[in-house]
């Protein structure tokens, strides 16, 4: 069926027993799921049962990449995790670029299991078809990047280089929000697979392979390669100046910044400049960073060069700006650049870690909790000092961090008189943009395969704030939108294609051939959209195979609250709204009232045959 683009062979790594085997994964499952993201989620629905627990030795971890993943088109980079996440319990899908996705493809490979228990801490080399074990009690306490460089110096060099996935203290200490670093630079930052690859007891994965990727038409593949870096130059010239942080001004101009633990959605300008886009490129800027084979480059490594934070280097995306900066009341780049580096050497997202640090500073805002709760430490909205040891003090379990590490879901089972000051969805914190300002963020949010989450539940600025084809404000027409971008980044996150760069390839809602074409020799253009609605309904039965139900498509009590200042004052998401937003979306999505889809929907979309889902 294929004449490029997929080896078909997964690598199954059993901890317990030291065994691996390689398996065949079937044209058929290639074409109904794509691959990454989509055959994560066939796998899960397969392997992992709803009575798992994040932690127990048999939940297991996969690792698949695209068909895009390693092909020498332009920021081809990306792969995905499946797993049952820590951070909300239930299914988990995560995408991370960097080098281990398209050298895990060099190894000879499209997927990677890891199941059962290490007997000690270990890291995994994967060496073509070899498999070595490294124990070592050493690992133990490292840093990322401090047990990504003990790895390397284990190892010989090779050309291409070693690529690398490694974990922190945080994930060592269960945080339920610890992450996986990819490299040197990237990460699977949601949902806490830090935690679950620790409890596996491994520190650190390398992986070397020099064969390339078969490609249907390596020519065609030149020239479509060609053409994307002509379109980027200009399309992305925005972002390889400033990357994700040029956001920053826009969405406080619009009222949509979380400020003070989204007490509000707008800063004065003069306060919040300091954390600009601009800001960053003119006072802090070293370097931009640039994934496999990007031409963009839209990481921006930042430095501080004088002040409290001084030597400080980390590559703060917008988000974490948001979360880390406003949201915690800091203005300052210089603190939100520190406590980026820092969230980097514990191993924790910098987004949950942000949104929990707020909450926290609420929580004294509010008197509800005292420096005597929190082993002698005061963290007040704008201290950045604070927020760095507060950050310290989550990944240490230390004070109130040994509640603020279980999560959103461990701090509403301990403590469910703070839930309201968390801004969740399914367990799962905001990102860095309040929905009040647009009312499809909120249904994006709530609808969420993983919990709330601006990239797989539909990034609707585009459409909401930046075009004028949608009213911001309005509930009507947001169930149809918000379905067909979910559809869309479920079939881009199956690529192996970061989304940055995805219209230089005409993949939107109605995808041109020649890419998938030229790389597969199967023109899956007709079917990109299905593919994609067909993976939606798969992580959708999962989640309610899981326990999901309506009540759980739902925002928090403080989006039922007016914004009080700035562009979107006076505007809230009720739980009537919301409710006009879902019964749209659940009629688009071929769902009952209840949001569980129905017997025909998965029929249509090939998926009543697979045994686990019945």
């Known amino acids: 069926m294929f004449s490029g683009g997929y080896l078909g062979r997964l690598l199954r790594i059993n ?10 994964i079937p044209d058929e499952k290639l074409r109904l799921f794509l691959g990454a993201r989509g055959l994560g989620a066939e796998w899960y629905a397969r392997e992992v049962s709803p009575q798992v627990k994040p932690l127990d030795p048999e939940n297991k971890m996969a690792f698949f990449v695209g068909p895009m993943t390693g092909t020498p088109l332009v920021s081809t980079t990306k792969f995905e995790l499946t797993t049952k996440g820590l951070e909300t319990g239930r299914y988990l899908c995560s995408n991370s670029s960097g080098n281990f996705g398209p050298r895990l493809r060099e190894a000879g490979f499209d997927g990677l299991i890891l199941e059962g228990v290490s007997k000690c801490w270990t890291a995994l080399v994967i060496e073509k078809e070899d498999v070595k074990f490294l124990d070592d009690d050493g690992w133990q306490g490292l840093e990322p990047m401090e047990a990504r460089a003990r790895l390397l110096g284990q190892l010989p060099d090779r050309k291409p280089k070693w690529a690398t996935m490694s974990i922190g203290p945080a994930a060592e200490n269960r945080v339920a929000f610890s992450s996986i670093f990819v490299d040197d630079g990237r990460a699977f930052g949601r949902g806490g697979g830090g935690a679950v690859l620790a409890s596996k007891k491994v520190k650190a994965m390398a992986v070397w392979g020099d ?4 490609l249907a038409d390596a020519a065609m593949c030149k020239e479509i390669a060609k053409n994307a870096n002509i379109d980027l130059k200009t399309s992305r010239a925005k972002h390889r100046e400033l990357g994700t942080a040029q956001l920053v001004e826009p969405i406080n101009a619009l009222g949509c910044m979380p400020t003070r633990n989204f007490q509000t959605s707008w800063e004065l300008p003069e306060k919040v400049q300091g954390v600009y886009g601009q800001t960053l490129h003119d006072q802090y800027h070293v370097r931009n960073y640039a994934c496999y084979r990007c031409s963009v480059a839209c990481g921006q490594m930042g430095e501080v060069k004088e002040g409290p934070f001084a030597g400080a280097k980390a590559r703060p995306e917008f988000e974490s700006i948001g979360l880390l900066g406003p949201s915690c009341g800091i203005n300052d780049m210089g603190a939100v650049i520190a406590a980026n580096e820092l969230c980097d050497q514990l191993g924790m997202d910098t987004i949950t870690a942000g949104n929990l640090v707020a909450m926290t500073m609420e929580l004294f805002e509010r008197g509800l909790v005292s420096a005597q709760d929190n082993d002698g430490l005061e963290v007040r909205f704008g201290d950045g000092q604070a927020l760095l040891e507060m950050l310290r003090f989550i990944a240490q379990r230390r004070g109130l961090g040994a509640i603020i590490a279980d999560g959103a879901r461990g701090i509403i089972q301990a403590r469910p008189e703070w839930g309201k000051y968390i801004l969740q969805s399914k367990f799962m914190t905001f990102a860095a943009y309040d929905p009040r300002g647009f009312h499809g ?7 969420s395969v993983r919990g709330a989450c601006h990239n797989v539940g539909g990034y609707t600025v585009s459409e909401e704030l930046m075009g004028k084809k949608y009213d911001r404000y309005a509930v009507e027409g947001k169930g149809q939108l918000v379905k067909t971008l979910q559809d869309n980044r479920a079939y881009i996150d199956s690529l192996g294609l970061c ?15 020649e890419t998938m074409l030229a790389i597969t020799g199967y023109n899956f253009a007709p079917e990109l959209m299905t593919i994609g609605e067909r ?3 798969l992580e959708r039965q999962i989640m309610v195979r899981e326990g999901i139900t ?10 039922s609250e007016a914004v009080t200042n700035g562009p979107a004052e006076g505007h809230f998401i009720s739980n009537q709204m919301l409710d006009v937003m879902l019964d749209e979306y659940y009629a688009v999505r071929g769902w009952d009232a209840q949001g569980h889809p129905r017997p025909e929907t998965l029929e249509k979309l090939g998926l009543a045959e697979i045994p686990a889902l019945v």
């Open 550 to 559: 309506r009540q759980d498509d739902a925002l928090p009590p403080r989006m």
């Open 441 to 447: 963020m909120g249904l994006a949010y709530a609808t």
């Open 499 to 513: 989304t940055v760069v995805r219209g230089a390839y005409k993949f939107s809602t109605a995808p041109t051939p």
């Open 535 to 537: 993976i939606s309904n």
């Open 15 to 24: 901890l317990t027993t030291r065994q691996y085997s390689i398996e065949t």
């Open 211 to 214: 064969v390339p990727v078969p």
